[in-house]
């Protein structure tokens, strides 16, 4: 067999292992944040977080909002912008209210949202080494977010360990067996 075909098959083994990844993998970990439940009179809202352990990948990430409204800015205007390094790339993530499908004047809005646009490396971006992860607080027109407050909303992680020299070296042997099992039949 060609180094060729080794390559391509460890390549596809790669690439099949991280897409195929279901939400909820096994012996991965949740890392959630918590929105401040502060009463918006007309702010723009900027928090920096700390996040989980660099080094372990992003599977998914969730958003979980509940938003109580008492009037002022549509909770369809209302935006979340999640900023976090991945893959040594700083990435951002924005939720709308829209994008929750929320609508306009008082009453109670929650959503649920998911992406898997921030899966990668989670890699440092803050001192020491750590893990930072900001997030912004506004509206889709710029303007100051007023009538209402965040309750019990959160934005979440799942994360899995990357797999050592071991596991690689596992998926190596697999797609080299199957590659060679095929070409025997």
């Known amino acids: ?24 993998l096994p012996n991965s970990t949740d890392f959630s944040i918590f929105l401040p439940e502060d009463q918006f ?15 372990q990948n992003i599977w998914h990430a969730t958003a979980d909002f509940t938003w109580v409204s008492i009037g002022g800015t549509p909770a369809s205007n209302i935006l979340v912008n999640f900023e976090l390094a991945v893959d040594g790339v ?3 993530w924005t939720v709308t209210g829209a994008d929750l499908g929320w609508g ?3 009453g109670t809005y929650t959503g649920t949202i998911g992406t898997d646009m921030l899966n990668g490396l989670l890699t ?7 893990s930072i992860i ?4 506004g509206t889709t027109t710029g303007d100051g977010l007023t009538g209402g407050h965040f309750d019990n909303s959160s934005f979440t992680l799942e994360l899995a ?20 099992r095929r070409r025997q039949r």
Not at 124 to 130: A, D, E, K, Q
Not at 134 to 137: E, G, K, S
């Open 1 to 24: 067999m060609s180094l060729h075909k080794h390559l391509v098959g460890l390549v596809v083994a790669l690439i099949f292992t991280h897409s195929a990844a279901a939400h909820d």
């Open 41 to 55: 009179t007309g702010e723009v809202m900027f928090i920096t977080y700390i996040g989980p352990t660099p080094g």
């Open 90 to 92: 700083t990435e951002h």
């Open 104 to 106: 306009s004047g008082p």
């Open 124 to 130: 440092p971006n803050g001192i020491g080494g750590t």
């Open 134 to 137: 900001h997030v912004d607080i």
């Open 161 to 180: 360990p990357v797999p050592g020299p071991s596991g690689i070296a596992l998926l190596v042997v697999v797609s080299l067996f199957r590659s060679h």
